[in-house]
């Protein structure tokens, strides 16, 4: 098998990479598995470092690795750019707070010296997808290397160049040869790694069916898994909202990364009382947006990853129209069979239409109108995801009520949602469960043990359950 790295902006090929054989991969298995036992017992102050070290190479290379991200999967290249310096930012993150994530944690006990420990598991199995070919992948590395742990990558199949771009910056951070490898493989040499007794552990993100499938294998192996899968975010405007600055940024929530983003906005439920407006200015702004040449730095949407996202993505909407859905915008290819997607928006959508039920991975945005508060809630959690939302209201008790009702790992009032190393990052529902980010996410690959110690004279009491 080959691996072909494919620019969906003009369809040209831009290399081809021989997948890894059974040998190799089992050298990698082997490598990470001796590594994972010498970097637990290095100095956590030493693994920061290296992180530390890996955010100034993303920090000093952002351009050439934007360029790449931009040629590989058609994100606009200032957008990859940001994305490149966002994951030095989390690397940063990571080594100058996660020592202290990491340490122990007393727990008052007047007859013990009594603490709770976090161990790292070993080798972790990360399956990322193409949509952020580097903040998917840094997003676990830079947590899970100070915490002690080792990683094997399995990126998307049309990002390959990123893939091997991520393992060399590691390795010229310094990081010992293992802490960090690419496994080119097809998606079905996945089962095989994740089931090796050596792997202790896989993160995914990507869709409910990759999820299923991986948390399938890992759970008859008893193996700890991470899931961030889809999502079908609401983004809600109430009547007290400022309105211009909502369409504005419903327009950048909506095709952030050319739409393909898991916490896009996605589903624009708007009362009644502002749908009119709301609907005329969001569709007056994705008819603005500047298409073209992704590596133009004023270009605001470009290509879809592949032609074959873009097929699905008409089918879905040809799909709703056909049950109902209305055209404001957009909505037909003017380049058929390749990567390209107009930006478009749906209205009166009926509940039978994919654009109702289903995450349409593309600059299309679905427009709902809402009776009041509950008809807004009603509409924001009939759906099987539950990843972020966006809530647009100036009333107090409104804003509470919206993020304490709503389905969602993330609630974000009066501003676009975005994951940010500080916060939690997670779903619900068919959005996945476990979390990224900040200490929880820094933990969820760490074994946490309890470690009580008699002291001297200390009573031999209590409970045994």
């Known amino acids: 098998m080959t691996f072909t790295s494919t620019n969906p902006a003009t369809g040209e090929t831009l290399g081809e990479y021989p997948a890894h054989p059974p040998a190799q991969i089992e050298a990698k298995l082997a490598r990470a598995a001796d590594t994972a036992t010498r970097w637990r017992r290095t100095p956590i102050a030493e693994r920061a470092a290296m992180v530390a070290r890996l955010a100034e190479l993303l920090d000093a290379e952002k351009d050439r690795l934007g360029r790449m991200m931009t040629l590989e999967m058609g994100k606009p290249v200032r957008a990859a750019v940001e994305e490149a310096a966002k994951c030095a930012t989390a690397c940063r993150y990571y080594a100058e707070h996660g020592p202290r994530f990491m340490a122990d944690e007393p727990v008052p006990d007047p007859d013990h010296r009594s603490f709770i420990a976090y161990d790292p598991l070993g080798v972790v199995l990360a399956v990322m997808p193409w949509n952020f070919p580097f903040w998917q992948a840094i997003r676990f590395m830079a947590p899970a290397f100070v915490a002690g742990n080792v990683g094997l990558l399995k990126h998307a199949s049309n990002v390959p160049q990123c893939a091997m771009e991520l393992e060399a910056l590691v390795r010229r951070a310094g990081a010992p040869e293992g802490v960090f490898q690419t496994l080119l493989i097809p998606s079905d040499a996945v089962a095989g790694v994740l089931a090796d007794p050596r792997v202790a552990a896989a993160t995914l993100t990507g869709s409910e069916g990759a999820g299923s499938s991986v948390a399938s294998i890992a759970g008859k192996q008893l193996k700890k898994t991470v899931l961030e899968l889809g999502g079908s975010d609401p983004f809600i405007v109430m009547p007290s909202a400022d309105l211009d600055r909502a369409i504005e ?8 990364n050319n739409g393909q983003s898991c916490i896009a906005a996605k589903r624009f439920i708007v009362h009644t009382d502002v749908y009119d407006r709301f ?4 569709a007056a702004g994705m008819r603005a947006l500047k298409v073209g040449d992704p590596l133009d730095p004023s270009t605001q949407l470009g290509p879809l990853a592949t032609a074959k996202l873009a097929d699905e993505l008409e089918a879905q909407v040809r799909a709703s129209v056909e049950a109902g859905a209305r055209v404001v915008c957009g909505g037909t290819r003017d380049r058929p069979g390749t990567a390209w997607f107009p930006a478009t928006v749906l209205a009166d959508i009926p509940e039978r239409a994919p654009a109702f039920r289903d995450e349409l991975f593309g600059p299309v945005g679905c427009v ?6 509950a ?12 990843l972020g939302a966006s809530v647009w209201t100036t009333v107090a008790e409104e804003q509470e009520h919206f993020a304490r009702a709503i389905d969602s790992g993330t609630v974000f009032v009066n501003d676009m949602v975005v994951s940010d190393p500080r916060f939690p990052f997670g779903g619900v529902k068919a959005s996945g469960y476990g979390r990224e980010l900040s200490a929880v996410g820094m933990r969820e690959f760490t074994n946490v043990k309890t470690v009580r110690i008699r002291t001297a004279g200390g009573s031999h009491g209590g409970r045994t359950e």
Request: aromatic content about 10%.
């Open 249 to 256: 940024t419903a327009v950048r929530a909506r095709t952030i």
């Open 279 to 282: 609907l005329d200015g969001f």
């Open 368 to 373: 709902f109108r809402a009776r009041d508060a």
């Open 375 to 386: 008809d807004a809630i009603r509409l924001a959690n009939a759906t099987r995801f539950g």
